[in-house]
């Protein structure tokens, strides 16, 4: 098994920044991607960006390509992401999600952290 710790949400004003971490413990030799998906009241979990775990190579949406930036640090089994120029459509709840390639990228990876929520204020 495999869990995942999201943290750094919050309340932040447009255009401003926010950084994001996941930490995964267990058999994390299992994962080779790990990604971000968000999620508001009444809508379906939204893909954001996935990372593949062994060779860095990045995916985005495109509705925060420019703005974001998912990394890495594989001593630390950690992710990030980092957002910027945040606008009031990036509300939700952001979970972090790892697994297999194909699965993390289809939203249907086996490893959900629990959310973590983000505001963005006009």
């Known amino acids: 098994q495999v869990e995942l710790v999201e943290s750094g949400g919050g309340l932040v004003q447009a255009g401003g920044s926010l950084s994001l971490s996941c930490a995964a413990s267990g058999r994390t030799s299992s994962i080779y991607s790990m990604g971000w998906f968000r999620q508001t009241p009444g809508k379906e979990r939204e893909f954001v960006a996935t990372?593949?775990?062994?060779?860095?190579?990045?995916w985005y949406a495109d509705s925060v390509k420019g703005r974001s930036t998912i990394s890495r640090d594989g001593a630390k089994n950690t992710v990030y992401l980092q957002m910027s120029n945040l606008i009031p459509d990036d509300t939700a709840v952001y979970y972090c999600?790892?697994?297999?390639?194909?699965?993390?990228?289809?939203?249907?990876?086996?490893?959900w952290g629990q959310g973590t929520q983000v505001t963005v204020s006009s």
């Open positions: 990372i593949y775990t062994s060779s860095g190579t990045t």
């Open positions: 999600t790892a697994g297999p390639i194909v699965a993390v990228a289809q939203g249907k990876g086996p490893y």
